[in-house]
């Protein structure tokens, strides 16, 4: 039989063992909570990546679109060199399916200088919307009359995964100079576009985009 001092001690062991007990399964879930934390925090930021693997943002590169007709305009890749800026690529593109550019929807994109540029917020290349596959996203901007322009885009026609597709908005037709017309965002050849996207993800991807014409 335990003596008095034993089951003093059996006693105190019982309620040693009931505290870790109790405190054990906070502490654990405080470690799962802590390492799920960490996780998130670890995550890559999908910004301007697709995969993970784009170029970071750049000021040394910027693009340009210079206005000629809304269905036969330049998209200028450009890099900042001392004396002239250096045009390093330039595309045939398309904007809009008129010349006013506070017709929402309908107008091409309006002007904006270098103090008031348009920023190139992000892109994709399985973009999947009203307008799919490759994409870059452009800040929105008012246009003369004070109309605020949203939903602004390069863009091309193709599916989600990049691929020609069989409906008119996935579907690059060649018929010039219809495949060139848009809601107002700018527009690319398939080709072009992935070519664009090719070079900006090797040199950096541009932070702004200027209109000029």
């Known amino acids: ?9 059996i006693s105190t062991r019982s309620r040693t063992r009931s505290i870790v007990r109790r405190l054990a399964v906070p502490l654990a879930l405080s470690g799962v909570l802590a390492s799920a934390a960490g996780a998130t925090a670890a995550a890559p ?13 750049t000021d040394r590169y910027y693009l340009r679109f210079d206005k000629g007709s809304v269905t036969n305009s330049r998209l200028e890749l450009v890099k900042r060199v001392p004396g002239r800026d250096a045009v390093i690529k330039t595309y045939k593109a398309g904007s809009g399916q008129i010349k006013n550019s506070c017709a929402v ?35 929105d901007k008012r246009c003369s009359n004070g109309t605020k322009r949203t939903e602004l885009f390069i863009h091309s026609e193709m599916k989600p995964n990049g691929r020609q597709g069989t409906i008119e908005s996935e579907r690059w037709t060649n018929q010039s100079p219809n495949d060139y017309y848009s809601n107002g965002c700018i527009k690319l050849h398939p080709t072009h576009i992935k070519d664009l996207f090719k070079r900006l993800d090797r040199v950096g991807w541009p932070k702004k985009l200027y209109v000029v014409g």
Request: net charge positive; no cysteine; glycine share 8%.
């Open 45 to 57: 930021s999908r910004t301007h990546a697709d995969n993970g693997r784009s170029a970071a943002a």
């Open 105 to 139: 929807g309908r107008g091409w994109l309006p002007d904006a200088d270098a103090r008031h540029p348009y920023a190139v917020q992000w892109h994709r290349k399985n973009f999947d919307g009203v307008i799919n596959g490759f994409v870059i996203k452009l800040s």
């Open 1 to 9: 039989m335990p003596t008095s001092s034993t089951r003093t001690s």
